[in-house]
């Protein structure tokens, strides 16, 4: 399989649930971040990861947990979230943070929050 | 003020149609430009970039940036069915300076080709 791969592609979670979304690239990138595309909203960048290590969280709360265990996987972990946080949450990789143009997202976890 | 400014429409033209869609912006440093597309249920996928002024072409696709002006514009000639789905502006400063390049995005316009 290639490409940017997201799972679940959709999730209904109840506010006390924990629950985990998954990223898996199988590009050679380096870099992976999170997004999140709300209705009527421009796509918010939440997290940047560099070789694992996490170089950038964008005043993201803290009820939003990312994990990257290796450069080929990303994980966001969610707990006690609230109904504005459901949207559509997008992961993307590419070469390098530097390389802007070479952006690959997946498909998206569609959330939903009740 | 947003940084950057998208009519997010919808847009409904019929086939075969000149499509010019557009974004405004607020960052004098920004100087690498993107549109993106997204169909229903996918991500984003990069349709055509450019770096500072001036125009690109690629088939049906031609892209414009104004900087004078903070105007860039995607315009779609012979429109196709085929192109429905979101486009979506977006653009980066100068990523040499920083440690990542940043994108910034509007919101989208949402295009419909009717046969």
């Known amino acids: 399989e290639t490409g940017v791969t997201q799972t679940p592609r959709h999730l209904v979670m109840g506010m006390t649930n924990k629950k985990s979304l998954k990223c898996e690239q199988h590009l050679g990138h380096n870099a992976m971040y999170w997004y999140k595309q709300s209705a009527k909203k421009p796509l918010e960048l939440m997290f940047v990861?560099?070789?694992?290590?996490?170089?950038e969280n964008n005043s993201v709360p803290s009820r939003f947990s990312p994990e990257c265990p290796n450069s080929s996987h990303l994980f966001l972990h969610l707990h006690t979230l609230q109904p504005e946080d459901s949207a559509l949450y997008l992961c993307?990789?590419?070469?390098?943070?530097?390389?802007?143009?070479?952006?690959?997202f997946g498909s998206g976890t569609r959330l939903t929050v009740v | 003020q947003k940084e950057v400014e998208q009519d997010p429409g919808p847009l409904s033209v019929p086939e075969g149609a000149i499509v010019s869609l557009n974004c405004t912006y607020s960052?004098?440093?920004?100087?690498?430009f993107m549109w993106y597309r997204q169909y229903s249920r996918k991500g984003p996928e990069l349709l055509m970039y450019?770096?500072?002024?001036g125009n690109k072409e690629d088939g049906r696709f031609t892209a414009q940036v104004d900087k004078s002006s903070k105007y860039i514009s995607l315009f779609i000639r012979d429109s196709q069915p085929s192109d429905s789905a979101t486009y979506l502006c977006a653009m980066s400063g100068v990523a040499g300076g920083t440690s990542y390049g940043k994108l910034t995005f509007g919101q989208g316009t949402i295009l419909t080709v009717h046969p």
């Open positions: 993307a990789s590419s070469p390098t943070p530097r390389q802007i143009y070479g952006y690959t």
């Open positions: 960052n004098s440093a920004f100087q690498y």
């Open positions: 450019t770096y500072s002024s």
């Open positions: 990861y560099n070789f694992k290590e996490q170089t």
